[in-house]
Structure formats: C-alpha cells, structure tokens
C-alpha cells in the first residue's frame, strides 16, 4: 500500500511564494499519476495539477496554470508543487494523491474530486494573508 506524507503547509503573504513536498513509499512499479488537490469547508475538493511520474508529462486546473508548477525528484519518490503569486483563494488544505498511471494520460485524474485516485495523504493546510 503507498503512504503519501504532505508537509510544507504554513502561512504565506498575497503574492508570495510557497512550496509544498509529497514524500511517497510503498509503490511498486515505474508508472504512475500523483496529483495535488485542495479543499476549503463546505466546498467539494478540487484537483490542481498532476503529473504522470514516468513521462514527466504535467496538467493543471486554469485556476492554477502559469502560477503553480508541479515536479518530482530524480528517484521519482518526492513531488512538489511550487506556488508563486499565491492569492486568498489559494487558502485550503492540500492533499497529495496516487493512482494508476492511466488516470493522467486519460486526464480523469480530477474528475469526481480524485475519487478515481487510490491512496491520499493527511494533507497540509496553505493559508494566504495580506
């Protein structure tokens, strides 16, 4: 079974920067789809970028493209999302998730609120503030 651990969360000043960190362990094979998602209170969680860690090959919500920028680390056992020009509506707890490599390529990754995903973190709570 994969652990997924977030961590990075705090707090950020509208217009800064932040960078949150999913360590992953437990997987086997090479392909696979990891995914940032977020959710405020009474709000359905909501997906923000992927990546397809064999490929490389990278989506985004428009809410966040060409301010977010998700990555992975050399062993593939890290991703990060790096968030620039971070706004009030950026606040929410951000989760790290994984599933099937598929899930990227089809681009089903964010449907349903990553229901389709197999395995989530605990998450880490980004708040942004003047």
């Known amino acids: 079974q994969v652990q997924l651990t977030e961590s990075g969360g705090g707090s950020v000043q509208a217009g800064g920067s932040h960078r949150l960190t999913c360590t992953a362990s437990?997987?086997?094979?090479?392909?696979?789809?990891m995914a940032w998602f977020r959710q405020v209170p009474g709000k359905e969680r909501e997906g923000v970028a992927a990546?397809?860690?064999?490929?490389?090959?990278?989506y985004y919500a428009d809410s966040v493209k060409g301010r977010f920028t998700i990555s992975q680390d050399g062993n593939k056992s890290k991703m990060y999302l790096q968030m620039n020009n971070l706004n009030y509506g950026d606040t929410a707890m951000y989760y790290c998730?994984?599933?099937?490599?598929?899930?990227?390529?089809?681009?089903?990754?964010?449907?349903?609120?990553?229901?389709?995903?197999?395995?989530w973190g605990q998450g880490t709570q980004v708040t942004v503030s003047s």
């Open positions: 998730a994984f599933g099937s490599s598929y899930e990227c390529y089809a681009g089903y990754w964010s449907n349903d609120g990553g229901s389709r995903l197999d395995s």
């Open positions: 437990g997987y086997t094979g090479s392909t696979y789809c």
């Open positions: 990546i397809y860690m064999n490929g490389g090959s990278t």
